[in-house]
């Protein structure tokens, strides 16, 4: 009913920058909160980044100053810039969204697939 769908991640040298994008589709009524989570090997998801519905964001101590979540509501897509990334910021992210779908008209939240970012020289 509802796909979400990941993109640019990658490999990137210590300094530089990714955009990630999270598109969803499908039976969509309205999106609410959206997140981005990251989780590295053997350590728990963690949430890096939160935007609400009317734009008020939230970001993990770790990474204020150097990323920024953003939100396109008529094209459904939720982005992420990240600069001056540091090798400890390896890691698989995932984009998390809380969908009402048309039918029946309820809310839960939904994942993505995960994106790999590698920050190494």
């Known amino acids: 009913q509802v796909q979400l769908v990941e993109s640019g991640g990658g490999l990137v040298q210590p300094g530089g920058s990714l955009r990630l994008s999270c598109a969803a589709s499908?039976?969509?009524?309205?999106?609410?909160?959206m997140g981005w989570y990251r989780q590295a090997p053997g350590m728990q998801r963690e949430l890096v980044a939160a935007i609400t519905s009317d734009g008020t964001t939230n970001y993990a101590d770790s990474v204020k100053g150097r990323f920024t979540i953003s939100r396109d509501n008529a094209k459904n897509t939720m982005y992420l810039q990240m600069n001056s990334l540091k090798p400890e910021d390896t890691a698989v992210y995932y984009c998390?969204?809380?969908?009402?779908?048309?039918?029946?008209?309820?809310?839960?939240?939904?994942w993505g697939q995960g994106t790999q970012v590698t920050v190494s020289s």
């Open positions: 998390n969204e809380y969908i009402t779908l048309w039918a029946p008209r309820t809310i839960r939240g939904y």
């Open positions: 499908g039976s969509i009524f309205s999106i609410g909160a």
